[in-house]
């Protein structure tokens, strides 16, 4: 089992940005050995939104409706729709398309999240380690929740500077202010 402290996310990989005029979008891939449908729960339960997401929601995401959104690091809830909730294999909400697709006995889960292009590494950077902790949390050695600016005793300055040099773009220097930019 492994705990918290022991916790180092591995190289810069499963991403790629995606440039339409002024819109990016983010796109992360992460393969899961575990079903669509536990995946699924995670991603739309609140109680396990709070063990690895970098935000919480004061409802399910399992149903199209308004929710209110709160990102770490940013105590301001944000009204969120969710426009689409297919379980388990598609979830939009916000500025967020979640895909999951059976792979074996496992899960092929997609990202597609529209972010202002400032800040795609730290995005990338924020999402890889949100992605470590989901996995392990699916397994049942959860770690807790890495998020905001917790985020930069696990590694999550290395990964930024990892993800800008793939993507081609510089790397913000400025700490982030809120997780929501992460």
């Not at 089992?1 to 992360?28: F, V």
């Not at 209110?68 to 689409?84: A, F, H």
């Not at 909400?93 to 997609?110: A, F, K, N, S, Y």
Request: net charge neutral; proline share 7%; charged share 25%.
């Amino acid at each position: 089992m492994m705990d918290r402290e022991q916790y180092i996310p591995g190289p810069a990989s499963g991403a790629q940005i995606r440039k339409d005029g002024e819109k990016w979008t983010l796109i992360l891939v992460r393969e899961l050995r575990h079903s669509p449908e536990k995946v699924w729960q995670a991603l739309t339960d609140p109680a396990q939104l709070r063990e690895w997401a970098p935000f919480v929601t004061d409802a399910s995401l399992d149903s199209i409706g308004k929710v209110n959104l709160t990102w770490v690091g940013n105590p301001t809830p944000i009204e969120t729709k969710v426009t689409r909730a297919e379980a388990p294999r598609l979830l939009e909400c916000g500025d967020q398309l979640w895909e999951l697709e059976p792979v074996g006995r496992g899960t092929r889960l997609t990202l597609w999240h529209n972010i202002d292009r400032r800040f795609i590494s730290w995005g990338a950077a924020g999402w890889h380690i949100s992605f470590d902790v989901l996995d392990r949390l699916l397994s049942g050695t959860p770690i807790g929740r890495i998020a905001g600016s917790e985020a930069m005793k696990f590694g999550w300055q290395r990964l930024v500077a990892e993800y800008a040099r793939q993507f081609g773009v510089e790397s913000p220097n400025p700490q982030p202010k809120t997780a929501h930019k992460l």
